[in-house]
């Protein structure tokens, strides 16, 4: 391991934006940050239908609107919470404070295992309600691959959050 504590030897260097692309977890970042929009994005956009027969707009998802709530929840706080930690990857090469950086790499992984965690419980929450969907209540599909890309990207979203608590900067 190069450096010090928590690459605390690498400390007060210039910024390099070429080393912070190619860097794992600032990759898993970004594919993260993407699929937070596809997951938010596809809920908001196709999420809710208009039944003709009741003049009101319902939720894909069993018509249960906590289901697009959550979805739209997790997506756009795991979107803030990218930039957030894109933020951060760009401001540790300068922390010089072990301390500091220990913080700063601690609050990444339980940050990281914390996302997962949410995004498992919103793939088995979107899955769970596209399951029990009745077919009657979309009959012309309107939205459905949509829905599938939500649940889709909620799956893989796990995966790249549990894989930032392994690469977490050090």
Not at 121 to 140: E, H, I, T
Request: net charge neutral; glycine share 8%; with cysteine.
């Amino acid at each position: 391991m190069e450096g010090g504590a928590y690459g605390a030897g690498k400390a007060g260097g210039a910024f390099d934006p070429h080393t912070l692309l190619r860097q794992p977890h600032t990759i898993l970042r970004v594919v993260s940050w993407l699929f937070s929009i596809v997951v938010f994005g596809s809920i908001v956009n196709e999420g809710y239908l208009n039944s003709p027969s009741e003049g009101k707009e319902f939720c894909i998802y069993n018509r249960n609107p906590n289901a697009c709530s959550y979805g739209v929840a997790v997506g756009v706080l795991a979107f803030l919470t990218c930039l957030l930690y894109l933020a951060l990857d760009v401001y540790f090469p300068q922390i010089s404070s072990v301390k500091d950086r220990k913080k700063a790499v601690l609050s990444d992984i339980g940050v990281s295992a914390f996302w997962a965690f949410l995004w498992f419980v919103g793939f088995c929450y979107l899955a769970n309600q596209w399951q029990v969907s009745k077919p009657r209540d979309n009959p012309l599909n309107e939205g459905t691959d949509a829905a599938r890309a939500a649940i889709a990207f909620s799956f893989f979203s796990i995966f790249t959050w549990i894989s930032g608590v392994t690469w977490a900067p050090c």
